[in-house]
């Protein structure tokens, strides 16, 4: 079944009125939760508005070259590798490659950044691949910001929000980055744009209430990543104070549709210092982290979140892209385990490489609560 929708309206008492509308609009800009639901269009005169009046997110898209733009609404995978006009490396796989964003540490937990690629192994599913591409430079990302907007998050919303953008100054400033907020329910805030000013606004919407629903909340950005972000590389930047407690989703269904070829990677903030039950809350955010080659962090203040933010932005922006064309072809589908292992540089010590855990290759997992 598809992904959840998050580009919906924050009325609730007109929302079903809304989207029994949209049925018969193919045009509609909002996205319908439904296999046949239609694209965005492509040009519109004016933003379109919501049941209560406000002016539905608009796309801002990074400028690109007047070649690329010839070429935005063709498959990513038949593109070449290429530098824009700014000298920014947009990087394009080959159809049949699997592309690992991968990030390397040493003993002391250093960052290492000089690696070249014969250092590298890859394992799918235990055997050894070629590698067949290797980039070591600061790819720009997808980013999709994902904020618990529950009631237990109304004191600390303001340190997380400068966080969330303090992260984004720290990031390539190529990045698309969109705004998902989240209680019992989630919203796109804003869709891609790197505009601060807009950014700040979506994460101003603050309406402290309800429960948790995070795994409906990361699947559903994690489908919005996937169907409409223009740049390869995918991240979820995602914050929450507790357990999911209102998700459709388990935390299976959820990893299953992160791990999914081009899933994004998930950088977690766990501020669980009052959660009634932070042990089962910190092991779904680790399960998410680790499985798609991201850090789960459990700050012991809040005042700890910015810098970690920022921790977050060097991680991306440090990462090894590394291509490979699987031994056992990506049509026989099934879930491929990965393992990338680097040999040890001079003055690093033992390393340790950091990427998905696996992908499942071909058709997308089943979800048991997508509607």
Same mark, same amino acid.
């Given at each position: ?5 998050? $580009? ?5 008492? $007109? ?38 009046? =406000? ?23 038949? %593109? ?5 006009? %700014? ?21 002391? %937990? ?52 400068? =966080? ?57 950005? =994690? ?16 914050? $929450? ?39 089962? =809350? ?44 699987? $031994? ?44």
């Amino acid at each position: 079944m598809p992904g959840r929708d998050i $580009t919906r309206p924050r009325n609730r008492a $007109t929302r079903f009125l809304f989207l029994f509308t949209l049925v018969f609009w193919a045009g509609a800009p909002w996205v319908l939760p439904a296999s046949t639901r239609p694209a965005p269009p492509q040009d519109q005169s004016k933003p379109a508005t919501s049941p209560t009046g =406000a002016s539905a997110p608009e796309t801002a898209i990074p400028p690109q070259t007047q070649n690329n733009q010839d070429k935005d609404n063709q498959d990513k995978d038949n %593109q070449d590798k290429q530098l824009n006009d %700014q000298g920014v490396f947009v990087f394009r796989k080959d159809v049949d490659e699997v592309l690992l964003y991968a990030t390397v540490v040493d003993d002391k %937990q250093h960052i290492v950044t000089n690696l070249d690629r014969s250092a590298f192994t890859i394992f799918e599913d235990g055997k050894p691949q070629n590698i067949i591409s290797f980039h070591h430079v600061d790819i720009p990302v997808a980013m999709g910001i994902v904020i618990d907007n529950s009631g237990s998050m109304k004191e600390k919303r303001a340190k997380v929000n400068q =966080a969330a953008l303090n992260l984004v100054r720290s990031s390539n400033p190529r990045d698309e980055v969109c705004i998902v907020n989240f209680n019992d329910e989630y919203y796109l805030d804003q869709d891609f744009t790197n505009d601060l000013l807009k950014l700040k606004e979506a994460l101003e919407k603050i309406d402290p209430r309800g429960g948790t629903s995070l795994y409906d909340a990361v699947v559903a950005s =994690a489908e919005h990543l996937r169907r409409f972000a223009r740049l390869e590389k995918k991240v979820l930047f995602l914050v $929450t104070d507790g357990e999911d407690n209102a998700s459709t989703e388990t935390l299976e269904q959820a990893v299953k549709h992160l791990q999914e070829e081009n899933g994004p990677s998930v950088y977690a903030i766990g501020i669980l210092g009052d959660e009634e039950h932070p042990k089962r =809350a910190r092991k779904a955010l680790e399960i998410i982290a680790q499985r798609t080659g991201g850090i789960a962090f459990f700050p012991k203040t809040l005042d700890e979140v910015d810098a970690i933010s920022r921790t977050v932005a060097s991680d991306i922006r440090n990462q090894y892209a590394i291509g490979y064309k699987p $031994t056992n072809p990506r049509g026989n589908g099934g879930f491929r385990q990965i393992r990338v292992e680097a040999k040890s540089a001079k003055g690093h010590g033992k390393m340790t490489v950091r990427t998905k855990s696996g992908y499942y290759a071909g058709a997308q997992p089943a979800s048991g609560g997508a509607k």
